[in-house]
């Protein structure tokens, strides 16, 4: 013995040890409740101008389920991001988009990333697609002290039902309710104008190829009337972020078959754009 202190490895927190159920934002609600984003409220009557982004677009096809989203961020009156992304793969057989304040929304979706991986390391099973909607719901639930002061959180939901070979798509409100919907849903500042797109030009049974076309094009005409939804920007070289999920699982559309979408549109309304005015 040299008489010199031995080096010890630090060690876990009795928290890290003790067992518990297979949610993380559980365990972390009780040992660090103020790393969530619900457990860091504002001071009572204080606000935040924080950029918000809207609109999101879901619609089934044969065989699964598409999501879009525009790519604009606004803060009042003024344009805070023009190539922001709002449609993120949550796990392998689904994806959620956000609507609200751009901040809180994408810290929760990545605090949902991470429950949904947690949960299948734990359990060491896929959880099943309406289970994860309702932990969705439950986190969405959790954010309505800062909705309450005008930090809203609304995302949409939507994946692929390994159990009934089908895709499906969830709503919320603020207060965490959850909603499946039918063939098609849109939410955020430009949802009205994309839902009446969405009304002409979504058939049941139709191709991933015509799905996507129909997203994108529910997103032009919400951009053509709303004003903080950013329609494709053919100079920047912009498009919308579009997911399809099916029994393959999640996946982005590329750009190149992204712009080949929003040109053939632009050529299509050549001289008839939708309205004069």
């Given amino acids: ?16 040890l003790a067992s518990g159920s297979s949610s993380f934002t559980e365990f972390v609600g009780g040992y660090r409740p ?4 619900s457990g860091r409220p504002l001071p009572v009557g204080a606000s935040i101008e924080a ?4 609109t999101i677009v879901s619609l089934l096809h044969d065989g699964g389920v598409v999501m879009a989203g525009d790519r604009r961020a606004t803060m009042g009156n003024i344009i805070a991001n023009r190539d922001m992304e709002k ?23 990545r605090l949902y990333q991470v429950e949904l991986e947690h949960y299948e390391k734990i359990e060491g099973a896929i959880m099943s697609l309406e289970g994860k ?4 719901a439950s986190m969405i639930r959790g954010n309505l002290a800062l909705a309450m002061q005008g930090l809203t959180v609304v995302p949409t939901y939507a994946g692929f039902d ?7 798509v969830y709503s919320y409100d603020v207060t965490g309710g959850c909603y499946l919907e039918g063939g098609h849903h849109s939410s955020g500042s430009g949802s ?13 049974g139709m191709s991933e190829e015509a799905a996507v076309r129909v997203a994108v094009e529910a997103l032009y005409d919400a951009a053509d009337d709303d004003s903080a939804t950013g329609g494709p920007d053919l100079g920047r070289q912009i498009w919308p972020t579009v997911a399809v999920v099916d029994q393959s699982g999640a996946r982005f559309i590329e750009e190149q078959v992204l712009e080949g979408h929003v040109r053939a549109i632009v050529e299509s309304r050549r001289g008839n754009p939708g309205g004069a005015r």
């Fill in 87 to 109: 449609v993120f793969i949550a796990d392998g057989y689904s994806v959620v988009g956000i609507a609200g304040t751009a901040g809180i929304a994408v810290e929760l979706i």
């Fill in 192 to 204: 009205l104008f994309a839902r009446g797109a969405l009304k002409k030009l979504w058939r049941p």
């Fill in 51 to 54: 950029p918000h982004g809207t």
């Fill in 1 to 16: 013995m040299s008489g010199r202190p031995t080096s010890r490895a630090p060690r876990l927190d009795d928290a890290f």
């Fill in 34 to 37: 103020e790393l969530l984003p």
């Fill in 162 to 168: 390994l159990d009934k070979g089908i895709g499906r």
């Fill in 133 to 136: 909607a309702n932990r969705l």
